[in-house]
Structures are given as structure tokens and as C-alpha cells.
């Protein structure tokens, strides 16, 4: 005789199961109101957000390169409000989420790559140099606890461009990507806004006390950073964005992209004003003489020189504005020999032309120079190199500078060669100049200054010239006269 309450089977639904975890979650819920925790409220809340945020990522790899890109973004926000040592890992863990999702969707077949495209001369390039950083890891002044520090050289930017390469390869994905940058100046835009209307919050006046006062609030005026690392970097960012969206603005051909990419041209234009970074007017100015050689159009040609020289002459011929601290400010890079911290500079570097006589393949990654000879004459011993390049001479020495600049040079040379040469739509050939533009101008302002090291101009640099790479093949996707915006 069998039992009958053997074979009793107990069944739950899918639609069951969610009820369930409703009414859990609601109790926990009420439980941590009526006990004032609200921290664990906050993480129930927003739990069930966060998991269908990873797993739509998971379906959509691109999605997880947007959650990264993100990170990237708004990182030195996370970082400053945290205060949470180590925090960097977080830019490691999403980029290592973002590849995952890619090796989860080729394993299931869901979406196929363009995994040659990943393989471009910029992978290529940054191969040679990771090869190079590990060789100068070998000389006597080198330490190799400074491997794990300086990861991104490493790991982070060569994972970061070769997703990008095989990701962005399509129109819709360059108009998104577009539309999402400009999105982020306007959130820089009001950031800056509200430093400069309502002062400065608590992190970021613990910043300031910290030591960074001495560069940012100075008696020529206030050096607003908004939510970047600093005032270097934001200056350098926004003057990029500046001359990329007022080149896109003045090659669309639809009223609402114009109206719109030429207000966030001049919005990241006045950031960079509020930013009072004199190096980063070489961005706009350097980005807008490279897109005078690549436009091959006499209108824009000459459109552009007329822009470019009033610029010029209202900033060194005149004294116009000069009761605004901002434009004051910006005088002087026009006129160095007259800056007393350009004319500093130039004294550092004929010290660590002292220091480095006898490296020349520098002090190693992440190393610095000791002033032991006080020949700086500073409370401090370190030296402080103040600029990208001189970052790179100090750690690679004339050596690894002069490497550096030559794969710089390959990598101008091979994307002048593809906008000139194998794009045939007319707007996308205009596009990606403005793109290939905003790298060269922040690239000349490595000379003065560091934002092309940090986060997000780096990011930004290996998404514009993924895009310019790709560009045969986005070329391919088009008709020779078709609209892009």
C-alpha cells in the first residue's frame, strides 16, 4: 500500500517565487525603517536595480563597456566623496565585467566580434611600449613594487584598446557615443556651475586643505576642476571636447545636431575657460590646425584660419578682458617668457637634464627623481615633473621619450592616412577628423601638462581613435552621401 502524501509534489511558479522575494524584501524593508538602518534599506532598494543592470550587461557586451566607460567618467568623483584607499580596483573589476561579458557571449554564440580590428596600430603600439616598461623595469633605479601602481600601463590601457576596437565599428554606435560624451560635458558643465556659484562641498574642500590650495586658489582667481582629478585635467578634457564638438557642429547636416553640438562645443568651452588652465588653449587651437590639413576644403580651410587667427590676436595683440580673471589668465599662454610657472618649468627640466645625464633609459616606471644635490632649492626633495612627457622622459628616459613619440607619430600618420584616403562618406570622413583632432590637440598639451595620463581624457583618447581605425569598415556600412547627424 502506498501513501498518498509520497507522491505529493510541491510546486512553485516563477510568478510565486518573485512574490516571495517581494514580501521578503518589503519585510526587511520595514524592518530596517523601524530601526533607523538606513544603509541596508538603501541596499535592499536598490539590489534588485543593480541585477538586472548586470544581467541586461551580460546579454549586451556594449551595455558593459557603457558601465565602464561610466566608472571611467565619474571616477575621481567616486573616488574623492569614498575616500577609500585602493578604490581603483573598481576601474580593474569593471573592465575585467566588460570582458567577461564578451567571453560569455562567444562561448554561447549569441554575438559574433571583429576580433581583428581589436588588433590595430594602436594595440600594436601599446604593445611595443608595455614591452619597453617591462624592459626598464631591469635598470638598477627601477623598483618593482611600482609594477602593481602603475597596472594601467600594463593591463588597463591595452584591455581598453582592444575592446574598443572591437566594439565600436558601427554609425549607431558613433552617433551613441557622441550623444553620451556630450551628455557628460553637461554634467561636468553643472558640476563647475554649481563650485563656482555655491563654493566648493566638503570633500572637496578636504582636498584643497590637503594641499592642492596652493595650485587652485590663486590671487589671479579660483581654478574650478569640477568633478576631475583637478584643474589640469578638466582645463584639458573640455578644450578636447571643445574643438570636437564645434567640428562636428559645423559639419552636421541636421538643424537639431547642429543647435545641439555647437551648445555643448561652447559649454565644454567654458569649462575649460573656468577650469583658468592656460595649456589647454593648445587643444582647441593645435586640433583646429590639424583639421585644416585633413579637411582639404578650401571654405573650411579658410574659415578656420580666419577663426583661428582672430583667437590669436585677441589673446596676443590685445588686452580685451583682461578685468575677467579667466580670460586674464589665459593671456599668458600666449605670452610664456612673461609666466613665472612656465619659466619655472623650463628650470625644472634643465635640472632633471642634470639628474638624467647618466640614464638614459630613466629611473623606471612610477619613479621619481630625489633632489639630493638641492639643486631645486624646495622644502620639498621631490621634483615634480608638472607634464606628460616629462613623466615619460623622468621614467624612460631619452630613450623610452623618444620611443614614446615616435609610436605617437605612427599612430597620427596611419589615421591621417585612413580619413584621407579610405573614407569615402563625406560626414563620416568630417566626423572622425574632429575625433583624430581633439586626440592631437590634447596630445601637444602633454608638452605643458598631465590630462592626457589621467582618467577620462585617456579612456576618451582610445575611444576617438578606436573610431578613426575603424573607420573603413563603418565607411563600408554607408552610402557616399548618407547622413550620419
Not at 195 to 215: C, N, P, S, V
Not at 219 to 247: E, K, P, Q
Not at 275 to 296: E, I, W, Y
Amino acid at each position: 500500500m502506498q501513501l498518498p502524501f509520497l507522491h505529493t509534489e510541491l510546486k512553485l511558479s516563477s510568478s510565486g517565487i518573485m512574490y516571495m522575494l517581494l514580501l521578503m524584501g518589503l519585510l526587511a524593508m520595514a524592518g530596517c525603517i523601524i530601526t533607523q538602518r538606513i544603509e541596508i534599506f538603501s541596499f535592499i532598494v536598490l539590489s534588485p536595480v543593480a541585477l538586472l543592470i548586470l544581467l541586461y550587461a551580460i546579454e549586451k557586451p556594449l551595455f558593459s563597456f557603457i558601465l565602464f566607460s561610466v566608472t571611467t567618467g565619474y571616477f575621481s568623483a567616486i573616488y574623492r566623496y569614498a575616500s577609500i584607499e585602493g578604490l581603483s580596483v573598481l576601474l580593474d573589476c569593471s573592465l575585467a565585467f566588460c570582458l567577461t561579458t564578451i567571453i560569455i557571449n562567444v562561448i554561447a554564440n549569441r554575438e559574433s566580434f571583429l576580433w581583428k580590428n581589436g588588433f590595430n596600430i594602436l594595440t600594436l603600439t601599446q604593445i611595443v611600449w608595455v614591452c619597453y616598461c617591462f624592459f626598464i623595469l631591469l635598470t638598477p633605479q627601477a623598483k618593482m613594487e611600482n609594477l602593481i601602481g602603475n597596472r594601467s600601463v600594463f593591463i588597463t590601457l591595452p584591455l581598453t584598446y582592444f575592446i574598443s576596437g572591437i566594439l565600436l565599428c558601427s554609425k549607431k554606435k558613433l552617433r551613441m557615443t557622441l550623444f553620451l560624451i556630450a551628455l557628460f560635458a553637461i554634467t561636468a558643465f553643472i558640476k563647475v556651475y554649481w563650485q563656482k556659484t555655491h563654493g566648493f562641498d566638503y570633500a572637496e574642500r578636504a582636498w584643497l586643505i590637503q594641499g592642492a590650495w596652493h595650485t587652485h586658489l590663486l590671487r589671479s582667481g579660483i581654478r574650478y576642476f569640477s568633478f576631475f582629478t583637478d584643474a589640469g585635467n578638466f582645463g584639458s578634457c573640455m578644450g578636447m571636447l571643445t574643438i570636437v564638438f564645434a567640428i562636428i557642429a559645423a559639419t552636421a547636416r541636421r538643424k537639431r545636431a547642429i543647435i545641439f553640438y555647437g551648445a555643448i562645443a561652447i559649454v565644454a568651452c567654458i569649462c575649460m575657460m573656468l577650469s583658468g588652465t592656460r595649456g589647454a588653449m593648445v587643444v582647441p587651437l593645435g586640433g583646429l590646425v590639424l583639421f585644416l590639413l585633413l579637411s582639404k576644403s578650401v571654405k573650411i580651410i579658410t574659415i578656420s584660419a580666419v577663426i583661428g587667427t582672430l583667437i590669436f590676436c585677441f589673446f596676443y595683440f590685445t588686452d580685451m578682458g583682461n578685468g575677467n580673471p579667466f580670460i586674464r589668465r589665459m593671456r599668458t599662454a600666449f605670452r610664456p617668457t612673461e609666466d613665472a610657472s612656465f619659466n619655472v618649468r623650463l628650470g625644472n627640466q634643465k635640472r632633471f637634464a642634470y639628474y638624467l645625464k647618466d640614464k638614459p633609459f630613466g629611473v623606471g616606471v612610477g619613479g621619481t627623481i630625489v633632489d639630493t644635490e638641492e639643486l631645486m632649492k624646495l622644502n620639498e626633495e621631490f621634483i615634480p615633473t608638472d607634464s606628460y612627457y616629462v613623466g615619460i622622459w623622468v621614467e624612460g628616459g631619452i630613450v623610452g621619450l623618444c620611443l614614446y613619440i615616435t609610436l605617437q607619430v605612427l599612430i597620427l600618420l596611419r589615421c591621417c592616412y585612413i580619413l584621407m584616403f579610405k573614407i569615402k562618406n563625406k560626414q563620416l570622413m568630417l566626423i572622425l577628423s574632429a575625433l583624430l583632432c581633439g586626440v592631437f590637440g590634447i596630445w601637444l598639451n602633454g608638452y605643458v601638462g598631465r590630462g592626457m595620463g589621467f582618467q577620462p581624457s585617456s579612456f576618451l583618447i582610445a575611444v576617438f581613435l578606436s573610431f578613426v581605425l575603424n573607420g573603413p569598415y563603418i565607411d563600408r556600412q554607408l552610402k557616399p552621401e548618407e547622413k550620419i547627424l
